[in-house]
């Protein structure tokens, strides 16, 4: 069920928030004009009005992707056109501020809320889509967890704009300024998603500066909630300080003068339940949120893994009886490249009968996630699925990737060959020294200007020439291929 | 300031507040009752739904022609056709085939049998059941594969040893067939089949608790059955359990037609050890049969729930409309009756909204506690109904007293709707002179 308030909170927190801050701009210029009855209302009104139809707009767009247009098309455009109307509604913000148009105000209110909420139902669709509500048609537990936690995700929105909207309205300048970097932080944020999707659909031509720039966009959008959070807060600790302090009544006034002591004690104690309700609802998004991204949302770690090098005769041996407990034993080898491959062995049947699978830690289907032993049983961390133990060494389905070996003396025997293969298997380089082999010259390999793949196994170079030198005859600087392995194989695999 | 006026609101006008709490706990305790049956059958599928691993039922294409009527199966090709023996090996050999864990074939045959020492007589006729139990299959890439009912039915509990694989001479026999015919392990057995041929002389070599129709009756080794029944190299149907993933969405689109998937869909359904993959694997390596998984609470209680979920859900509905008007007309009494009070603390300058949070405040406590009695009584309710319709007892969900509290404190909130218009139309003025 967090999930569903954590990819809730995600999609539709930013919405809820910048619309709120508008809303209490917009209800502060009315109030110096004397024209803000009903204001409040008229504009709530509109905002859930907004919040039905954008999101059920979202929803259904996103429902029929796949026959119109792709997903990556529909974020796109969705996202495109709220980067416009959050420009539109900057514009309205400072004209609001600057020159008390209400009207304007509300209208740009209106098209605004429309268009961030139908993002809102992308994304949030796009989020659970992962997630079912429920397993089966009847009614039960988790449906009504899940339902729950929409429920309560709903209800703390609302009430984050119910306290957002009303500090913005007493502290209008502070919230203009809170308005203009919570729309810079999500423009970035989308933006960045923008060009992604231009470059995913082929509009956009892909160059390395595109590429870098999506990435740490990508990279920093999981935290732009949290700095809204942060927004927020600032916000609501201002207006603590700016609220009048509650003043007790001393028992000697008397007359009007105590009626107006009355009045402000009872506007203090007000607006100090408007903090609270502000400071409450920030801290349950916050606070699921972290849940959700420090806690629930982790993968299950991999057990570490036990460094192993080759001998000098390019083999490595591992005694059979150190890995024959029925547990996981997993161990990773640097390869000449710098790609740290980690591989296992485990006892397939049971201390009767010892027959080691030994598996590289990755599987073709699903990449290198690697696998977890939990309890009795190998699970892939990619795609959850179950290993049957016994086939542990056999290839197929989403086994792990057998690797070549063979049994001598009551040991493991690897080639050196066998452990190089897995450089192209496993994505995680380990930062090592290398040499040209064009010129010969060392250097690290994370911090080569450049590098290409031969027969797989990566290579760097320290400069243009070198590289286009290798590229011209790679077989002419290529590394010997290793010997292949002179013990007798294991006929099974 | 707000709990002093709220508890001295219970405290004088305790009378109305038993009514109101009285009504919502019968309301509730209908909820209860009706939600529990239904959650708890509910989650029962959802972990059917969710499980790691399932079985799976291979019968002959032929049979998974449903012609049953009345209970009464009219299908005239049951029990003629048949699987052979020599495709088994197909299974293991399917995509997901590493998560195929065992499988189990079945040959049913009746036999009669006769007790040696008994006496001549012809016997008595019981159901003789052809499996493995621990037979190596050749599998191309995994030589060690042993399958058959040790693995399948790993519950299976045996008294002595199971039959050797592939003896003629030894079966094992049910506890409920032995106990009743009085026999136990090392006896010889002598079992004829129906159209005539020799008996053959059989030693039980064990006594086997299955839980199920399997203890009445004598389970040989695969070629006894066959050579007793005659179908050479055939088998009536296989049990294969495999390790699967949960079911979601994309699974439950395919279960119900796989062409219905776009391409990429389709690989990934296909590539996802779902059990309705497999089950479509299985039915791809053999074209002439129909492989269903088992889905043993789905296929029976969770048919009648789904059926009547509808007709539950507008009871329930019922009973919180007429108990929120209940509650309504209550709450507008006590607002009327309390008019003065109510102008009073207008005058003093008491908010619309801090007055009917009164009143709703008042509501919320009614609900919550009308909500708690409805579901213990309810809880019990749900017992009676399970034992009466199911002939089990109901596992009792503790997510049924959220639903049910919040429930109650919807009602009396839906119930203060009205009442909190009769406030709003209270004049201070009008109140103190008592002319309302």
Known sequence: MSFYLADGFRAFAPATFLLALLAGLIVAVADRRGRSEGLAARLSLIAAFGLLAGSAAGVTAYAWSGEAASVTEIRMFAEATALGAALLALLAAFALRFAGAVLLGQL??????????????????DAVTAHSLTATSVLNTELILNVFAIALTAFALAGLAAATSHVARRLPLAALLTFVLAIVVEALVWAGDVTLGLLQVGWLEVTSGRVSLVAKADYYSDAAIYAELVLGLALAALFLMRSPPARRLSEETAGSARTEGRKALAFSLGERRWFRGLAASLAFVAGSMLYYDLYAAQPPALSPAEPVEVAADGYLRIPVETVSDGTLHRFAYVTSDGHRVRFFLINRFDADHVAIGVVFDACMICGDDGYIQRGNEIICIACNVRIFQPSIGKPGGCNPIPMKHAVEDGRIVIAKAELEKGSRLFTELVEIEVADPVTGETLINTRAPYSTEFEGRTYYFSGRDSYDTFRADPQKFAAEPLAPAAVHWDPEV | MFSRLLTQSFRRDWRRKLLAILTIALATTLMTALASLSIDVGDKMAREMKAYGSNIHVVPKSESIPLVIGGVDYNPLTGRDFLQEADLPKIKDIFWRNNITGLSPFLPVKVAMTRAGDGGDTGSE?????????????????????????????????????????????????????????????????????????PRKVTVTGIVTAGGAEDGQILAPLALAQDLSGHVGKVASVDVTALT???????????????????????????????????HQIEEALPDASARPIW???????????????????????????????????????????????????????????????????????????????????????????VTVFGSAIAFPAIVILVVVVGSVLIALAGSILPSRTIAGLAPVETLYGRR
Not at chain 2, 146 to 160: E, K, L, Y
Not at chain 2, 255 to 267: F, K, Q, T, V, W
Not at chain 2, 332 to 344: F, K, Q
């Open chain 1, 108 to 125: 740009v209110f209106a098209l605004f809320s429309l268009v961030l909420f139908a993002q809102a139902g992308i994304a949030f669709s």
């Open chain 2, 296 to 386: 043993q609470v789905a296929d029976s209680e969770g048919v009648v729930i789904g059926k009547i979920q509808l007709l539950m859900l507008v009871v329930a509905l019922a009973a919180f409309a007429s108990s929120a008007m209940v509650i309504s007309s209550l709450l507008n009494t006590a607002v009327m009756e309390r008019s003065r009070e109510i102008g009073l603390m207008k005058a003093l300058g008491a908010s619309r909204a801090a007055i009917l949070a009164l009143f709703v405040g008042e509501a919320v406590v009614i609900g919550i506690i009308g909500g708690l009695i409805g579901a213990a009584i309810g809880a019990g309710l749900a017992q009676v109904i399970g």
């Open chain 2, 245 to 279: 993933i949960p079911e979601n969405d994309l699974s439950r689109r395919a279960r119900h037609d796989p062409s219905g998937l776009d391409a990429e869909e389709y690989d990934t359904w296909y590539c996802s050890a779902y059990v309705s993959a497999i089950v």
């Open chain 2, 126 to 198: 019981v159901q003789l059941l052809g499996t493995y139990f621990k037979k190596p299959i050749k599998v191309e890439g995994s030589e060690d594969f042993m399958t058959g009912v040790t693995t399948t039915n790993a519950f299976w509990r045996i008294d002595g040893a199971w039959p050797a694989e592939g003896a003629l001479d030894e079966v094992a026999v049910g506890e409920g067939l032995a106990r009743n015919r009085a026999i136990a392990a090392g006896d010889t057995l002598s079992l004829a089949a129906q159209d005539g041929g020799a």
